[in-house]
């Protein structure tokens, strides 16, 4: 079994940043890939960055690039996700998800945490 958790949403305004973290245990070993999504209200649940676990590269979504940043400490089990200059549309659940190996998409996910951004 293989688990993650997010943790470090909350509430900020417009042009402030914000760290979210993604800690996973169990089955480690297992871990190909981590991912972050996001899902506003009403929306469907869009990918925002990913990282591999093997080899440190980092992809992001467009509507990001620039102003957020995946990383990952192997031995903590543990990514992150800074996220700079905050507009009101990056609000919304983020979840945290694993790809582990062998497996063609994320079949991991956290339970999310809620990013709320004011104007």
């Known amino acids: 079994q293989l688990h993650v958790v997010e943790s470090g949403g909350g509430s900020v305004k417009t042009g402030d940043s914000l760290r979210l973290s993604c800690a996973a245990s169990?089955?480690?070993?297992?871990?190909?890939?981590m991912g972050w999504f996001r899902q506003a209200p009403g929306k469907e649940r869009e990918w925002v960055a990913s990282?591999?676990?093997?080899?440190?590269?980092?992809e992001y979504a467009d509507s990001v690039k620039g102003r957020f940043t995946i990383s990952r400490e192997n031995a903590a089990n543990t990514a992150f996700l800074r996220m700079s200059s905050l507009k009101p549309e990056d609000a919304g659940v983020y979840y945290c998800?694993?790809?582990?190996?062998?497996?063609?998409?994320?079949?991991?996910w956290g339970q999310g945490t809620q990013v709320t951004v004011s104007s």
């Open positions: 169990g089955r480690t070993s297992y871990i190909y890939a």
């Open positions: 998800a694993v790809q582990r190996l062998g497996a063609d998409n994320y079949d991991v």
């Open positions: 990282i591999r676990w093997s080899v440190r590269r980092p």
